[in-house]
């Protein structure tokens, strides 16, 4: 079993900057793609960025553009997030997501294997 624990999420103010973190743990796993997802309350779940692990491709979702970065590191099986100039309607719960199977199917719209807990990002205003 493949575990997916992601941390770096808090209480920030609008403007400020966060790092979220997730790391793979559990059975050897070779990653093809991981993501990052969030949801608010009374909303769908949506992507938010995800990255190819073997070309190093990338995915944005028009609300993450030019704010955020999804970034991997190879050796440790882990995808971070950085978020810069968070606003209040980024505040949800932040998932990461890894699938290990290859596919032709478009980041945007890929299919994941395994997810983690979530971690909760809050921005004020």
């Known amino acids: 079993q493949v575990q997916l624990v992601e941390s770096g999420g808090g209480l920030v103010q609008a403007g400020d900057s966060l790092r979220l973190s997730c790391a793979a743990s559990?059975?050897?796993?070779?990653?093809?793609?991981m993501g990052w997802f969030r949801q608010a309350p009374g909303r769908e779940r949506e992507v938010v960025a995800a990255?190819?692990?073997?070309?190093?491709?990338?995915y944005y979702a028009d609300s993450a553009k030019g704010r955020f970065i999804i970034s991997r590191d190879n050796a440790k099986i882990a995808v971070y997030l950085q978020m810069n100039s968070l606003k209040p309607e980024d505040t949800a719960v932040y998932y990461c997501?890894?699938?290990?199977?290859?596919?032709?199917?478009?980041?945007?719209?890929?299919?994941?294997?395994?997810w983690g807990q979530g971690t909760q990002v809050t921005v004020s205003s």
């Open positions: 997501a890894a699938r290990e199977r290859a596919t032709t199917v478009a980041l945007s719209r890929m299919p994941y294997d395994y």
């Open positions: 559990g059975r050897p796993f070779s990653s093809y793609a």
């Open positions: 990255i190819r692990w073997n070309t190093g491709t990338t």
